[in-house]
């Protein structure tokens, strides 16, 4: 697949640090990586994003799933005349993760002019598959926005 990102190159301390003083930072998301079509993020797996159980919260498994698929989204577009926004998430939770880090590859399904779907993969340190999730966004106006 060719490079689908708007501009030439992401950088991936500014897409942590958008986030830092809303959801992503609170729960610990960090960009770590990114391709021609996709793009990485990790989390803790710690007391801010654990169940009371002590397993991987399965709406911070959702969160992860959303801002990697959201930022993912809002890079492949022209940001100063286009917004995107979720429209539909889901996720299958596979299996719990206890501690360390977990890692969300999101890859872009489909890319058109006024809707995106997101493929999102969450993996434990070991590579074992965590979450799946999908979500569906829309691409608006920025005066919509």
């Known amino acids: 697949m060719a490079k689908i990102w708007f501009d030439d190159a992401l950088d991936l301390n500014s897409l942590t640090e958008n986030g830092g003083d809303c959801m992503p930072g609170y729960v610990g998301i960090r960009f770590i990586d990114y391709g021609d079509d996709w793009i990485k993020a990790s989390m803790p797996v710690n007391e801010r994003t654990k169940q009371p159980y002590g397993r991987l919260h399965g709406g911070a498994a959702v969160v992860l799933a959303e801002t990697v698929g959201s930022v993912g989204a809002a890079m492949t577009v022209d940001r100063s005349k286009f917004a995107t926004v979720g429209m539909e998430i889901n996720a299958n939770h596979i299996r719990p ?49």
């Open 97 to 145: 993760a206890k501690d360390g880090l977990v890692f969300a590859t999101g890859k872009a399904e489909s890319i058109g002019r006024t809707t995106q779907i997101w493929s999102i993969r969450i993996e434990d340190e070991a590579g074992k598959l965590v979450c799946i999730s999908r979500i569906t966004m829309a691409v608006i106006s920025t005066e919509r926005a």
